[in-house]
Structures are given as structure tokens and as C-alpha cells.
């Protein structure tokens, strides 16, 4: 299955409409999206707008594949299941959200090789055929903080 979410503060008509629209094209039905506010509502795939936490939990554990906004937490839920994700930020330019403070939180998951970055729905159409690629991203980040971390916080505090 492939996970959608676009968390639930904001709409994202774009991301919706386009995964609805590569399912109809690619004939899947294996897709289910939480669309939250979005204006949009797909007609291919099978979506709900809100979960509650159980059941999204229970949507990230069964997906094989999860295409999300660049919420921190979803992003983070999905890498603790060692789950693939592409990640598609709201842009300010799109009205999709205040600032482009979403492609700078992808782009430091990215640069760490944690997950797929798409800013567009062909990149994400193309990410999706060959989703090989992302499937081979995928992997599993701890509960606890890095070691490197600790000791990063520790003399940062120390110091005042």
C-alpha cells in the first residue's frame, strides 16, 4: 500500500491531486490518502481527511511506500518504521504554506540520506515509476538522540 498524508494543519490540493491522478493513470488502488483540509478530493484513490493517531499509526506500519508533506513527525514516524518516503514540500510560492521552511526540513533529511526529495508532481510521477530507488532509501533512526548529539548539547550547556 501507499501511504498519503499531508498532516493536518494545511491543504495540499497538489500533492493530492497528483497522486490521484498517477493512480488512475497506472491503474493502482493500492493507494490511501488522509488529505486533511485539502479542497481537492480524489476520486481514484480511497481517502479519509483526519485519522486519529492509532490509525495513522497503524497506516504507517501497513504501507510499503508513504508519500507525505515535510512534516517533521511524519517524516520521523515513517524513518522509525525503517518505511520509504518521498517527501513533497508545501511551497510558499503555491499559497501552500506561510514560509519554505518545509524544502529546508526535506533537504536536511536528503542530505543525510534518509529520504527522496520531489518539488514537483513529474518528479514525483517519476520517483513513483521507479520507486526501486526510494525503496532503497529507506531506513531505521533510533528513538534516542545520537550520541554526537548528547555531546554536542552537553558542552553547548555546560558553557553557560
Known amino acids: 500500500m501507499i501511504y498519503v498524508t499531508v498532516g493536518t494543519q494545511l491543504p495540499f490540493d497538489r500533492m493530492v491531486r497528483a497522486m490521484d491522478s498517477w493512480a488512475a493513470r497506472r491503474g493502482r488502488y493500492d493507494v490511501f490518502a488522509q488529505i486533511g483540509r485539502s479542497s481537492y478530493e480524489p476520486s481514484t484513490i480511497e481517502w479519509v481527511r483526519f485519522l ?85 532509501v529507506a531506513t531505521a533512526i533510533s528513538d534516542y538522540a545520537s550520541e554526537e548529539l548528547i555531546r554536542f548539547l552537553t558542552s553547548h550547556l555546560a558553557a553557560d
Open 52 to 136: 486519529t493517531p492509532e490509525d495513522n499509526a497503524r497506516c504507517l506500519d501497513r504501507a510499503d511506500l508513504i508519500v507525505s508533506h515535510a512534516g517533521t513527525g511524519t517524516i520521523i514516524d515513517a524513518l522509525q518504521r525503517c518505511k520509504p518516503i518521498i517527501v513533497f514540500p508545501r511551497r510558499m510560492e503555491f499559497g501552500e504554506h506561510r514560509t519554505d521552511h518545509q524544502m529546508a526540513t526535506a533537504r536536511r533529511f536528503e542530505q543525510r540520506g534518509l529520504v527522496c526529495v520531489v518539488e514537483n508532481e513529474t518528479v514525483l510521477e517519476t520517483l513513483l515509476e521507479g520507486s526501486e530507488k526510494v525503496m532503497a
